[in-house]
């Protein structure tokens, strides 16, 4: 008995190893490291701690990358490879919703944050 429980368990796990993972929805091929961008509305801080301010990016929707099909998302997503050098990569990739590789599509490399609300006395904004 226990000899064909051990032979079941075997054969339900390599079963399961074989089976692909269920997030994977499409796959496709980019010559880029970066499969896809997707733009954002702007960005919101929210406090976290006393000395901690969270930045999130607001998404706005729109995507465009190495899967999309309609002509000026693919010229949107050629022109950020290009200005980014984003190529040589040859691949093959497989994409759902934990995909990686995905980035905004703002650049910036630094941001300002402004008060409209004195923080205390010794704080004005």
């Known amino acids: 008995m226990k000899i064909s429980i051990g032979i079941l368990?075997?054969?339900l796990f390599s079963l399961?190893?074989?089976s692909p993972p269920v997030n994977r929805m499409k796959?496709?091929?980019?010559?880029?490291?970066?499969?896809?961008y997707y733009s954002s509305s702007g960005i919101e801080l929210s406090w976290r701690s006393e000395s901690?301010?969270?930045?999130?990016?607001?998404?706005?929707?729109?995507?465009?990358?190495?899967?999309?099909?309609?002509?000026?998302?693919?010229?949107?997503?050629?022109?950020?490879?290009?200005?980014h050098n984003d190529f040589g990569y040859d691949?093959?990739?497989?994409?759902?919703?934990d995909t990686p590789n995905r980035f905004q599509d703002k650049d910036f490399s630094n941001i300002d944050i402004i008060s409209d609300a004195d923080w205390d006395d010794a704080h004005p904004a």
């Open 52 to 83: 901690y301010i969270a930045v999130s990016i607001v998404p706005d929707g729109q995507t465009y990358g190495a899967l999309s099909t309609d002509e000026a998302e693919i010229a949107l997503y050629k022109a950020k490879c290009e200005a």
């Open 9 to 11: 368990a075997t054969i």
């Open 91 to 97: 691949r093959a990739f497989y994409y759902g919703p």
């Open 16 to 18: 399961a190893a074989c």
């Open 27 to 36: 796959e496709g091929y980019t010559e880029s490291y970066v499969i896809e």
